[in-house]
């Protein structure tokens, strides 16, 4: 079992560049009774550095709530006729570099559809998975395999469980073999979240080094998912993913996201942490990787 050091930063924006060089990110989150995801994934993104983040409400009520808290997203508010005849639309919308779905959508028939229209879309993109859109799999997670692009999932144990059929063991080795198996079994890198988060492809794995116990607060999964999403889209943006990209992304944003929790523990400790705190500090992990 590999353990993963310092991953390399994502490159260099060119002098000239706009907003579309950084990563046009669709997010696919959030619901009436669950604002918040789309909030965290929102700002997130942003703060890990997409140029363009564009959340698509389902529900009206995130069309008041989101731009209070996040400004500088685009919303898109697609019909449901719209996602009962595939969701076409929502999922062309802006050109965008990566999709996510999942946070805060709820475990309902339209998560269902979202996620149907997902895998049957021609998007050759990189799709990240999370949540509700991972239990919307019914346990079947091979039907991941239908996508057209790579695909990232960033299960909790117990959504692990319920995707392989089988529970999550806490020893490491453990986890990092069952990591590998869902992976191979449904063709997407698995983000397998806990302490020691494994990120593999199937093949290739490792085992984050970074994060503290005062992550295991709500949120802080949709704030990994924004920060994927954001690195996968300016992967995306600057070249054709190559083999590998998606993966390299993958790792960054586990390593920076738990050193954006270790930032926010040892300022304000693990106790008082919570999944905004996460955000407040992610520039600051950047930075850091940067550095390095």
């Not at 990591?179 to 988060?197: D, F, N």
């Amino acid at each position: 079992m590999r353990s993963a050091g310092e991953p390399r930063p994502p490159p260099p924006l060119a002098e000239d560049a706009h907003k579309g060089d950084a990563g046009r990110a669709l997010c696919v989150v959030g619901s009436r009774t669950m604002p918040g995801a789309a909030v965290l994934v929102a700002r997130a993104a942003q703060r890990a550095g997409a140029g363009l983040v564009v959340v698509a409400c389902l529900d009206p009520a995130l069309l008041a709530i989101v731009p209070a808290a996040a400004p500088e997203a685009i919303l898109i508010e697609p019909e449901a006729e719209d996602l009962r005849a595939g969701a076409r639309a929502l999922f062309a919308a802006r050109d965008c570099h990566a999709r996510l779905a999942g946070p805060g959508l709820g475990d309902d028939a339209r998560t269902r559809l979202v996620v149907r229209g997902l895998l049957a879309s021609d998007f050759a993109g990189p799709l990240v998975l999370d949540a509700d859109a991972l239990n919307a799999l019914d346990g079947e997670p091979e039907r991941l395999r239908d996508a057209r692009g790579p695909v990232v999932i960033t299960p909790h144990p117990g959504e692990a469980a319920r995707l392989a059929g089988a529970p999550v063991s806490r020893d490491p080795a453990a986890r990092a073999d069952f990591a590998r198996a869902l992976a191979q079994r449904c063709g997407a890198i698995v983000c397998l979240k806990g302490k020691g988060t494994v990120v593999t492809d199937g093949e290739a794995l490792f085992v984050n080094p970074t994060g503290n116990p005062g992550m295991a607060t709500a949120g802080a999964g949709d704030v990994l998912s924004g920060i994927l999403v954001a690195y996968l889209a300016r992967a995306a943006a600057f070249r054709a993913l190559l083999p590998g990209d998606a993966l390299a992304a993958a790792r960054r944003a586990v390593y920076v996201h738990g050193l954006a929790g270790d930032l926010a523990a040892g300022l304000l400790g693990q106790e008082g942490l919570i999944a905004s705190d996460l955000i407040e500090r992610l520039p600051h992990a950047q930075r850091k990787l940067l550095q390095t």
